[in-house]
């Protein structure tokens, strides 16, 4: 099995280590970095709504989209910080993660949730994949290639990237603290005991725990924005594979089942880039 030879942003410590012992020692390169990946976006997703709602930023459109912006641009700009070889890779894992969902409820023939607060799963997809294109489009023709993104959208695609990164930094200008004393409220993190069920539970627990990875993330947010409040992460059994920030509580929670379920679809990776294979 090939080894990862770079350094992980968050949550690779524990799914490295995962894959010499215990039941994810089948996930291939691939698998991990889409585990990975999609981790760190949900927790980003999630952190874009505790800013939203902590801070009181004012949103225009969809909570949800803004999000979603939140989400890729919190990832792009942490994962620009590391200068990481497989950083574009990574970005189509997220995109290709709502079109695994999409072509699958397409094959099960579930019915579009067409009334939901969230962007149809096709619709964050070509959203995902359009912000990616265009943050560098001379660079990146190949995902217009392998995402099938039509011209006609993506011509767009860096104005939407720009604007979205405008509203970041003006987000950043506005909002971060300036302040070199010690903030006066932090993200505390708690370890739920995760489902007996789960295969690797146990494993996927000390893993995140020892990475330090979910620390280093509350800590940053801590340390970058004045919170009214003291808030917390919480590591949780929640009975699906879910995620969510309670406004009233001030609790982000991340479903260890979440987790678990990007490391099962992960396997379905090579069935959906069997057509467009994925750059190195
Ligand atoms: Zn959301």
Same mark, same amino acid.
């Given at each position: 099995?090939?080894?990862?030879?770079?350094?992980?942003? $968050?949550?690779?410590?524990?799914?490295?280590?995962?894959?010499?012992? %215990?039941?994810?020692?089948?996930?291939?390169?691939?698998?991990?970095?889409?585990? /990975?990946?999609?981790?760190?976006?949900? $927790?980003?997703?999630?952190?874009?709504?505790?800013?939203?709602?902590?801070?009181?930023?004012?949103?225009? %459109?969809?909570?949800?989209?803004?999000?979603?912006?939140? #989400?890729?641009?919190?990832?792009?700009?942490?994962?620009? +910080?590391?200068?990481?070889?497989?950083?574009?890779?990574? $970005?189509? !894992?997220?995109?290709?993660?709502?079109?695994?969902?999409?072509?699958?409820?397409?094959?099960? %023939?579930?019915?579009?949730?067409?009334? =939901?607060?969230?962007?149809?799963?096709?619709?964050?997809?070509?959203?995902?994949?359009?912000?990616?294109?265009?943050?560098?489009?001379? *660079?990146?023709?190949?995902?217009?290639?392998?995402? %099938?993104?039509?011209? +006609?959208?993506?011509?767009?695609?860096?104005? +939407?990237?720009?604007?979205?990164?405008?509203? /970041?930094?003006?987000?950043? !200008?506005?909002?971060?603290?300036?302040?070199?004393?010690?903030?006066?409220?932090?993200?505390?993190?708690?370890?739920?005991?995760?489902?007996?069920?789960?295969? #690797?539970?146990?494993?996927?627990?000390?893993?995140?725990?020892?990475?330090? +990875?979910?620390?280093?993330?509350?800590?940053?947010?801590?340390?970058?924005? =004045?919170?009214? *409040?003291?808030?917390? $992460?919480?590591?949780?059994?929640?009975?699906?594979?879910?995620?969510?920030?309670?406004?009233?509580?001030?609790?982000?929670?991340?479903?260890?089942?979440?987790?678990?379920?990007? *490391?099962?679809?992960?396997?379905?990776?090579?069935?959906?880039?069997?057509?467009?294979?994925?750059?190195?």
């Amino acid at each position: 099995m090939k080894r990862l030879a770079l350094a992980p942003l $968050l949550l690779l410590p524990m799914l490295a280590q995962a894959q010499q012992a %215990g039941p994810a020692a089948e996930l291939s390169v691939d698998e991990v970095r889409f585990t /990975v990946a999609n981790s760190e976006f949900t $927790l980003m997703h999630e952190m874009g709504h505790l800013l939203i709602s902590e801070l009181q930023l004012p949103v225009l %459109g969809r909570e949800e989209d803004a999000a979603d912006q939140l #989400g890729f641009m919190g990832l792009f700009l942490l994962q620009q +910080e590391q200068h990481r070889d497989d950083f574009y890779a990574k $970005l189509m !894992d997220v995109a290709d993660y709502w079109r695994l969902e999409w072509q699958n409820a397409e094959r099960n %023939g579930t019915e579009l949730p067409v009334w =939901d607060s969230h962007a149809l799963d096709a619709q964050r997809f070509y959203n995902i994949a359009c912000l990616a294109y265009g943050s560098d489009p001379d *660079r990146l023709d190949w995902v217009l290639e392998v995402s %099938g993104l039509p011209v +006609e959208r993506a011509l767009y695609c860096p104005e +939407e990237y720009a604007q979205a990164a405008h509203a /970041v930094q003006w987000f950043r !200008d506005h909002f971060g603290r300036s302040d070199k004393r010690p903030a006066r409220h932090r993200i505390r993190v708690i370890y739920d005991t995760p489902p007996g069920h789960l295969p #690797g539970g146990t494993e996927l627990l000390e893993k995140i725990r020892t990475s330090g +990875e979910l620390e280093a993330v509350a800590a940053k947010a801590s340390e970058a924005f =004045d919170l009214p *409040r003291d808030l917390s $992460l919480r590591m949780s059994t929640c009975g699906a594979p879910d995620a969510w920030f309670n406004r009233i509580s001030g609790e982000l929670t991340l479903c260890y089942e979440r987790i678990a379920y990007f *490391r099962d679809l992960a396997a379905e990776l090579p069935r959906l880039r069997r057509v467009s294979a994925p750059p190195h």
